[in-house]
């Protein structure tokens, strides 16, 4: 049940709207005018506010800071023609955060500060979702430890906050990518299913080692043969195989990703063959020789559908053309319909703000 909730809105004087250049919109960068701020003290969450987007002050013994109790989501908005904001699947993201928290020591954030702060926020803030293909709102909640202390344990302390920032198309070319051979994003029993800021410093340097040779990213693999497959820096990765999509199994080394089961749903709607299940790429590399690895694609909110021209794994050079990627087109161009209010949301996906 959601309760409502008394959250106190201090306005901006002036909106920043009218600086925002909507043909120049790098992701992340630029970000609307309020936030919504909630503290946890004494056992409970207090003093949620939307407030003018400003910077924060912290203690520089900052325990998040020092041991990484700090997790994050990301979703969007979107607005229909009639100009009504939507948030797609927010309810997936808020138990995913609420996972992250338990794992990572940290409270969970109750629905009506999680779901209805950010609807409130957005509704104050609903100029600034851009109606423009491939265009949202993109949407980030995050919680971090506040204990200005050092020592490993869990803090007392936290701020969870979300912030909003208009977005174009995140990975719209077509991306390279290459199967990681030596480093490890996660392993059984660690921390890859939850979204943990720690997961994203840790990948950089294999990621940004990739890129050197001209690759996007790096596809994931198990920690302990660099043989099974995982996931792509920020999406999953899904392939179509003799007509079959298939996608690696969720298991507790792989982010359970909203736009990854949206994809499965419109594809067991579009009467297309799935799989969930480990996959090997070895497998991946004699299918690729047969000829029957037909698409390959990444799946998650920044990014929606990116398709994969290249997938190298050692001395082997995959080679797609993402011009001939139906399905992938379908799928997407079927989110696209469903967010901006085009096609029926027969699966109730959407969240009227
Ligand atoms: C590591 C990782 N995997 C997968 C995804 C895709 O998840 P979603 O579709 O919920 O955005 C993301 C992005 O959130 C991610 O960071």
């Known amino acids: 049940m959601t309760e409502v909730l ?5 306005k901006i004087k002036s909106s920043r709207l009218q600086d925002l250049n909507i043909d120049e919109l790098p992701f992340g960068k ?3 005018d309020h936030m919504l701020v909630a503290d946890y003290a004494d056992g409970e969450w207090q003093h949620v506010e939307i407030i003018p987007y400003q910077p924060l002050t912290i203690e520089p013994s900052n325990s998040a800071l020092h041991y990484g109790q700090s997790i ?5 908005a979107y607005r229909d023609h009639h100009g009504d904001a939507y948030i797609f699947r927010p309810y997936e993201n808020f138990k995913r955060f609420n996972l992250s928290a338990q794992r990572m020591c940290m409270p969970e954030v109750p629905e009506e500060i999680f779901i209805e702060g950010m609807r409130k926020l957005i509704e104050i803030d609903k100029e600034w979702i851009p109606q423009k293909k491939d265009h949202a709102l993109y949407i980030r909640p995050f919680m971090f430890a506040t204990d200005g ?3 490993v344990k869990p803090s007392d302390t936290y701020k969870f906050l979300i912030i909003l920032c208009p977005v174009g198309p995140f990975h ?3 991306m390279k990518i290459a199967v990681e051979e030596k480093y490890t994003r996660a392993a059984p029993g660690g921390v890859g299913f939850s979204k943990n800021a720690g997961n994203y410093g840790g990948s950089m340097y294999p990621a940004m080692k990739a890129q050197k040779e001209g690759y996007d990213q790096v596809l994931w693999t198990d920690a302990f043969e660099h043989k099974w497959l995982q996931e792509v820096g920020m999406m999953n990765i899904g392939f179509i195989i003799n007509g079959t999509f298939v996608t690696p199994m969720l298991e507790d080394t792989i982010l359970k990703g909203v736009t990854r089961d949206s994809v499965l749903t419109i594809l067991k709607d579009m009467g297309i063959s799935t799989e ?11 299918d690729y020789k047969k000829g029957q690895i037909n698409e390959v694609f990444g799946m998650g909110t920044a990014a929606v559908i990116s398709p994969v021209k290249e997938l ?11 011009s001939t990627f139906t399905i992938a087109a379908k799928v997407k161009q079927t989110l696209y319909e469903i967010r901006t209010g085009i096609s029926a949301d027969t699966h109730d996906w ?4």
């Not at 190298?312 to 993402?322: A, G, L, N, W």
């Not at 959407?350 to 703000?353: A, F, G, P, R």
Request: proline content about 4%.
């Open 6 to 10: 008394d959250i106190n809105v201090r």
């Open 30 to 32: 630029y970000f609307t």
């Open 72 to 76: 994050f989501e990301g979703i969007k």
């Open 149 to 151: 202390a050092l020592g």
């Open 172 to 174: 719209a070319a077509p």
């Open 276 to 286: 969930e299940r480990k996959i090997n790429i070895d497998e991946i590399v004699e």
């Open 312 to 322: 190298k794994y050692k001395d082997v050079v995959m080679k797609f053309d993402p």
């Open 350 to 353: 959407m969240l009227k703000v």
